[in-house]
């Protein structure tokens, strides 16, 4: 990065922290002078960057979201496996715990702006520094791509938490559906692997086995207007290689043979969701092998990931949940 460029992303860091300030009342400008300010100061910065061209500022550019949350993307870099992340910090001055979240969609859609709104969310109220995973999809990337992408993810922010102001020592995992079974596959590849320590697991709504499409909770809510069988049947066949991939633990968490040694965690049901059978069964086996684990089924609920997803009040329990699990996991 040039020194222009260190001047002027020092600059946007400043402004960025008026922008807060204004927003929590102890800015001097007004909103609309405050507004004119950024703008132009943002436009001038964008340009000159870009005149310059210094690719590497432009992408350290941050911007500012809801409660004061700044946003900074993170682009991919070849040479460890890191794919594109998003981080989401709070605009606290404490070292923060991390959570790294991964999308649902089926492996197959989905991406950095989907979740936004609850990565936003997840940030500015545990607090901690969110690190929202574009693991590669399906089918142009089978498996087991994604979930590989989700581990070096893991290691990415272990080794990279104390530049973000964040604990290396407090990282937990979350995902709903597709990204809840990546999520839960990340703590059997970080205890497989002698890899980052994972201090809670949290899974809304998550695929845990691919090798059956015919639980009871399949069998009563298959032919719904959710998540159907067949929508599951197309995603399993997009996302994985063959059928022996099926019984794989790292795409079916439910199917390892042993799961013990893994973090605490909450799993989040719908009671009319297809998956809700598969995710009450790898909840009842993690207690079973000695693992501390909390369940809540969302009464009347089917595969609601679109209301997870958007901070919906109808989901307000799962949030309260999810933002306790994390509190107590994070306390040293």
């Not at 460029?5 to 102890?26: F, I, P, Q, T």
């Not at 500015?124 to 590669?136: C, D, K, M, N, S």
Request: aromatic share 10%; net charge positive.
């Amino acid at each position: 990065m040039t020194g222009y460029s260190r001047h002027v992303v020092r600059g946007l860091d400043k402004m960025m922290d008026r922008v807060s300030a204004y927003k929590n009342r102890r800015c001097r400008y007004g909103p609309a002078a405050s507004a004119v300010l950024w703008g132009v100061f943002v436009l001038s910065a964008v340009v000159g960057l870009y005149c310059c061209g210094d690719a590497a500022a432009l992408r350290s550019l941050r911007s500012v979201g809801p409660d004061g949350v700044s946003i900074e993307d993170i682009p991919a870099h070849a040479a460890d496996g890191t794919p594109p992340l998003r981080l989401y910090r709070p605009p606290v001055r404490t070292i923060v715990p991390i959570i790294l979240y991964y999308h649902g969609g089926g492996w197959v859609y989905g991406g950095l702006e989907t979740h936004t709104t609850l990565c936003t969310y997840f940030a500015a109220t545990v607090p901690a520094l969110v690190v929202a995973v574009e693991y590669r999809l399906a089918p142009q990337h089978k498996f087991p791509a994604a979930v590989e992408d989700a581990y070096a993810a893991l290691v990415w922010a272990s080794r990279h938490a104390a530049a973000y102001g964040a604990d290396p020592e407090r990282i937990a995992v979350c995902g709903d559906s597709a990204g809840g079974n990546l999520a839960a596959a990340v703590c059997l590849m970080a205890r497989d692997r002698h890899g980052p320590s994972i201090a809670v697991q949290v899974l809304v709504f998550p695929v845990t086995d691919l090798t059956s499409l015919d639980t009871e909770s399949y069998r009563l809510y298959g032919k719904g207007s959710g998540l159907t069988r067949r929508q599951m049947a197309w995603f399993r066949e997009q996302y994985l290689k063959g059928k022996a991939d099926r019984n794989h633990p790292y795409a079916s968490p439910l199917r390892a043979e042993r799961l013990s040694g893994l973090p605490p965690a909450l799993v989040i049901t719908g009671e009319e969701d297809v998956l809700r059978d598969e995710g009450e069964a790898y909840a009842r086996r993690l207690i079973q092998e000695g693992g501390t684990v909390s369940t809540l089924r969302l009464l009347g609920e089917g595969h609601a990931v679109n209301a997870w997803g958007a901070v919906s009040p109808r989901m307000q329990p799962a949030y309260d949940a999810a933002v306790a699990t994390f509190r107590r996991a994070f306390v040293k």
